[in-house]
């Protein structure tokens, strides 16, 4: 049987660049990997982001923009034509509004549960997260925690102790909330420079959960939903200028999450922006998009932001 790992995590908790480092090892270890991903949005630019793999390891994606039984729908039949081509190991990366139900569900549905065994997976916590969530965002939190073998706490060397602290205990409260609770013996604090071949060895065999827990429709409200825009010609500074609005009044929604890539004097960069952070990457390559994801969006008023 295939194995198949899920790596999740809430928006920018930094799954991708996780994801990259554990596809190092993988193919470093003559395994036969596919990744599936998906996203919140009709443009997929976590995919894009592992281009560099294009040549050792095969890159398959679930199309966005539609409603959610659509997604299911795809999801299986994308799983049963990866289950025919009998890779060592598949990958999914969802995007970071995923309940992790939907994984188990699906795997335990014919023929899948004759085709693949789950093997790790893990959650990425962003070690200085957001903590005013809403409810429904609280949710989908605890879902990925409460299911994981694994939980990697990402950009540790930008937190203090008592700050990652204060994450750990905010995380406790959150699982606490839907009847579940936070195993700390399942916590990875670690630097992902400082990653060795025994934590990869563990990722790749971290297990999974199953905790009871209280059960909220999240996926099938309309509280989620992204707005994207394609050739904009932006700046960075202009991008970044625009987010400061977008994160900064209530007016256009609760915006959690900015991504996309830009091109500016020829050169690409990718970029990553929450309301605490902003990350910018240097690319060889991109694409002229940009994805705005959040609760309660204005669609008019994020357009007319933007120019349209």
């Keep these: 049987m295939t194995k198949i790992d899920l790596i999740t995590g809430f928006l920018g908790s930094g799954k991708t660049t996780f ?3 554990y596809l190092k090892f993988l193919v470093e270890q003559g395994q036969r990997v596919c990744v599936l991903e998906f996203d919140y949005g009709a443009v997929n630019v976590d995919m894009m982001l592992l281009q560099e793999f294009n ?5 398959e994606m679930v199309a966005g923009g539609c409603d959610y039984d659509c997604h299911l729908r795809r999801f299986k039949t994308k799983l049963i034509a990866m289950g025919m081509k009998k890779y060592d190991r598949v990958i999914i990366e969802p995007s970071g509004l995923f309940d992790t139900d939907e994984f188990f569900d699906t795997l335990y549905e014919e023929p899948l549960d004759n085709w ?8 990425i916590v962003d070690a200085g997260i957001q903590q005013n969530l809403s409810k429904e965002s609280r949710y989908v939190l605890s879902c990925q925690l409460a299911s994981s073998g694994l939980i990697v706490l990402s950009k540790t060397q930008n937190h203090s102790e008592q700050e990652i602290l204060k994450t750990l205990t905010f995380l406790n409260f959150v699982m606490g909330e839907f009847g579940m609770t936070l195993n700390q013996n399942r916590v990875i604090s670690k630097d992902y420079e400082s990653f060795d071949g025994n934590d990869f060895m563990s990722f790749m065999n971290a297990g999974y959960s199953n905790q009871s827990h209280i059960k909220i429709d999240v996926m099938n409200s309309n509280s989620y939903s992204s707005v994207y825009f394609l050739n904009k010609s ?3 500074n ?10 900064n009044k209530v007016d256009y929604g609760k915006v959690l999450r900015i991504k996309g890539f830009i091109k500016e004097n020829e050169q690409w960069f990718e970029f990553n922006m929450t309301a605490n952070e902003t990350n910018k990457n240097q690319l060889q390559n991109g694409q002229d998009v940009v994805i705005v994801i959040g609760e309660n969006l204005n669609e008019t008023l994020i357009k007319s932001l933007f120019g349209e």
């Excluded at 040549?55 to 890159?59: F, G």
């Excluded at 693949?116 to 959650?123: L, T």
């Excluded at 202009?238 to 994160?247: D, G, N, P």
Aim: glycine share 4%; no cysteine.
């Design 116 to 123: 693949y065994e789950i093997g790790s997976v893990i959650s």
């Design 19 to 21: 994801l990259k480092k």
């Design 238 to 247: 202009q991008l970044e200028q625009i987010a400061k609005e977008l994160f």
């Design 234 to 236: 932006l700046t960075v």
């Design 55 to 59: 040549d050792s390891v095969d890159l």
